[in-house]
Protein backbone atom coordinates (compact mmCIF):
# COMPACT_ATOMS: atom_id res chain seq x y z
CA UNK A 1 0.00 0.00 0.00
CA UNK A 2 1.84 3.50 -1.01
CA UNK A 3 1.83 5.32 2.18
CA UNK A 4 -0.35 8.94 2.55
CA UNK A 5 1.72 12.19 2.23
CA UNK A 6 3.71 13.13 5.26
CA UNK A 7 1.47 16.59 5.68
CA UNK A 8 -2.27 17.52 3.63
CA UNK A 9 -2.51 20.39 1.87
CA UNK A 10 -4.31 22.20 3.91
CA UNK A 11 -4.77 25.65 1.94
CA UNK A 12 -8.48 25.52 1.46
CA UNK A 13 -9.03 23.94 4.81
CA UNK A 14 -11.01 26.10 7.51
CA UNK A 15 -8.72 27.05 10.95
CA UNK A 16 -10.86 24.97 13.22
CA UNK A 17 -10.44 21.43 10.79
CA UNK A 18 -6.62 22.48 10.74
CA UNK A 19 -6.42 22.74 14.73
CA UNK A 20 -8.52 19.63 14.74
CA UNK A 21 -6.20 17.19 12.44
CA UNK A 22 -2.83 18.71 14.31
CA UNK A 23 -4.55 17.69 17.58
CA UNK A 24 -5.51 13.70 15.72
CA UNK A 25 -1.73 13.06 14.88
CA UNK A 26 -1.67 12.06 18.61
CA UNK A 27 -3.79 9.08 17.67
CA UNK A 28 -1.37 6.34 16.95
CA UNK A 29 -4.03 3.95 14.76
CA UNK A 30 -3.08 2.82 11.08
CA UNK A 31 -5.01 3.24 7.63
CA UNK A 32 -6.87 0.87 6.13
CA UNK A 33 -6.34 1.99 2.99
CA UNK A 34 -5.54 5.37 0.99
CA UNK A 35 -7.99 7.41 -1.36
CA UNK A 36 -6.34 8.92 -4.23
CA UNK A 37 -8.42 11.20 -6.71
CA UNK A 38 -5.09 12.73 -8.87
CA UNK A 39 -7.54 15.15 -10.90
CA UNK A 40 -7.90 16.65 -7.36
CA UNK A 41 -4.54 16.49 -5.91
CA UNK A 42 -6.18 14.49 -3.09
CA UNK A 43 -4.90 11.53 -1.27
CA UNK A 44 -6.07 10.56 1.99
CA UNK A 45 -5.77 7.82 4.32
CA UNK A 46 -8.79 5.95 5.43
CA UNK A 47 -9.86 4.44 8.89
CA UNK A 48 -12.42 2.41 10.67
CA UNK A 49 -15.14 4.16 11.29
CA UNK A 50 -16.70 7.48 11.26
CA UNK A 51 -15.82 9.31 14.88
CA UNK A 52 -15.03 12.71 15.31
CA UNK A 53 -11.08 11.32 15.63
CA UNK A 54 -11.11 9.62 12.77
CA UNK A 55 -12.23 12.18 10.67
CA UNK A 56 -10.08 14.47 12.22
CA UNK A 57 -7.54 12.24 11.01
CA UNK A 58 -8.29 11.43 7.54
CA UNK A 59 -10.92 9.55 5.42
CA UNK A 60 -13.28 7.32 7.37
CA UNK A 61 -15.07 4.09 6.61
CA UNK A 62 -18.95 4.05 7.22
CA UNK A 63 -20.29 1.51 9.35
CA UNK A 64 -21.98 -1.52 7.38
CA UNK A 65 -20.22 -0.82 4.01
CA UNK A 66 -18.04 -3.08 2.16
CA UNK A 67 -14.38 -3.25 2.82
CA UNK A 68 -11.91 -0.97 1.00
CA UNK A 69 -10.59 -3.87 -2.21
CA UNK A 70 -13.60 -5.75 -1.86
CA UNK A 71 -16.85 -6.23 -3.34
CA UNK A 72 -19.81 -4.40 -2.90
CA UNK A 73 -19.93 -0.37 -2.04
CA UNK A 74 -17.07 1.10 -0.27
CA UNK A 75 -18.76 4.22 1.51
CA UNK A 76 -16.17 7.02 2.55
CA UNK A 77 -16.36 9.87 4.85
CA UNK A 78 -14.49 13.00 5.29
CA UNK A 79 -15.21 16.38 6.28
CA UNK A 80 -16.62 19.52 3.89
CA UNK A 81 -14.31 21.78 5.70
CA UNK A 82 -11.19 19.29 5.14
CA UNK A 83 -9.52 16.58 3.54
CA UNK A 84 -13.12 16.53 1.35
CA UNK A 85 -13.29 20.13 0.53
CA UNK A 86 -11.92 19.63 -3.38
CA UNK A 87 -14.65 17.16 -4.15
CA UNK A 88 -16.32 20.36 -4.98
CA UNK A 89 -14.12 20.54 -8.23
CA UNK A 90 -14.82 16.39 -8.99
CA UNK A 91 -16.60 15.55 -12.07
CA UNK A 92 -18.03 12.29 -13.88
CA UNK A 93 -15.27 10.61 -15.52
CA UNK A 94 -12.93 11.53 -13.04
CA UNK A 95 -10.59 8.59 -12.10
CA UNK A 96 -10.45 7.28 -7.92
CA UNK A 97 -8.13 4.79 -6.45
CA UNK A 98 -8.37 3.00 -3.08
CA UNK A 99 -5.09 1.46 -2.73
CA UNK A 100 -4.49 -1.06 0.24
CA UNK A 101 -1.65 -3.76 1.06
CA UNK A 102 -3.33 -6.19 -1.12
CA UNK A 103 -2.72 -3.86 -4.62
CA UNK A 104 -4.97 -0.83 -5.99
CA UNK A 105 -8.02 -0.68 -7.35
CA UNK A 106 -9.18 2.16 -9.92
CA UNK A 107 -12.65 3.60 -9.98
CA UNK A 108 -14.62 5.80 -12.57
CA UNK A 109 -16.70 8.76 -11.47
CA UNK A 110 -19.88 7.58 -13.06
CA UNK A 111 -22.83 10.08 -10.44
CA UNK A 112 -22.19 13.10 -8.98
CA UNK A 113 -25.27 14.42 -6.52
CA UNK A 114 -26.45 16.26 -3.55
CA UNK A 115 -29.26 13.95 -1.77
CA UNK A 116 -30.79 14.77 1.87
CA UNK A 117 -28.86 13.36 5.25
CA UNK A 118 -31.85 10.80 5.81
CA UNK A 119 -31.20 9.34 2.30
CA UNK A 120 -28.75 6.67 3.50
CA UNK A 121 -30.17 4.40 0.23
CA UNK A 122 -26.48 5.62 -1.43
CA UNK A 123 -25.08 3.39 0.54
CA UNK A 124 -26.97 0.17 0.02
CA UNK A 125 -25.50 -2.80 -0.89
CA UNK A 126 -24.37 -2.57 -4.84
CA UNK A 127 -23.84 -5.99 -7.05
CA UNK A 128 -20.62 -4.56 -8.44
CA UNK A 129 -17.40 -3.43 -6.99
CA UNK A 130 -18.44 0.81 -6.18
CA UNK A 131 -16.98 3.42 -3.78
CA UNK A 132 -19.54 6.16 -2.26
CA UNK A 133 -17.66 9.24 -1.43
CA UNK A 134 -20.22 11.11 1.10
CA UNK A 135 -19.39 14.72 2.74
CA UNK A 136 -21.47 17.36 3.85
CA UNK A 137 -22.98 20.64 1.41
CA UNK A 138 -22.62 23.30 0.64
CA UNK A 139 -19.42 23.19 0.70
CA UNK A 140 -19.11 26.87 2.46
CA UNK A 141 -22.24 26.73 4.46
CA UNK A 142 -21.75 27.75 8.06
CA UNK A 143 -23.14 25.30 10.81
CA UNK A 144 -24.83 21.99 10.74
CA UNK A 145 -24.91 21.18 6.86
CA UNK A 146 -28.75 20.49 5.54
CA UNK A 147 -27.67 18.13 2.72
CA UNK A 148 -24.76 15.58 1.74
CA UNK A 149 -23.00 15.56 -1.50
CA UNK A 150 -21.85 12.08 -3.09
CA UNK A 151 -19.97 10.60 -5.41
CA UNK A 152 -20.26 7.45 -6.76
CA UNK A 153 -17.41 5.43 -8.68
CA UNK A 154 -17.68 2.38 -10.20
CA UNK A 155 -14.65 -0.25 -10.31
CA UNK A 156 -12.44 0.10 -13.95
CA UNK A 157 -9.19 -2.16 -12.79
CA UNK A 158 -9.49 -4.98 -9.89
CA UNK A 159 -7.02 -5.60 -7.45
CA UNK A 160 -3.30 -4.68 -8.58
CA UNK A 161 -4.09 -4.24 -12.08
CA UNK A 162 -3.79 -0.43 -12.31
CA UNK A 163 -1.75 0.81 -15.29
CA UNK A 164 0.47 2.39 -13.09
CA UNK A 165 1.32 -0.94 -11.55
CA UNK A 166 2.21 -2.88 -14.20
CA UNK A 167 5.22 -4.06 -15.55
CA UNK A 168 6.39 -4.62 -19.38
CA UNK A 169 8.34 -7.91 -19.84
CA UNK A 170 10.61 -7.43 -23.14
Not at 41 to 59: F, Q
Request: proline residues 6%; contains cysteine; glycine residues 8%.
Amino acid sequence: MREARAAPDMKTWSQARRDAYQSSLMDSRVPNAVLRIPSLDLEVPIYAGTSDAVLNRGAGLIDGTALPGGDGNVGIAAHRDGFFRSLEQIQAGDDLYIDTVDGSRRYRVSDVRVVLPQDVGVLGHTAEPTVTLVTCYPFHFIGAAPQRFIVRAELIFPTGDTPSRRSRRI
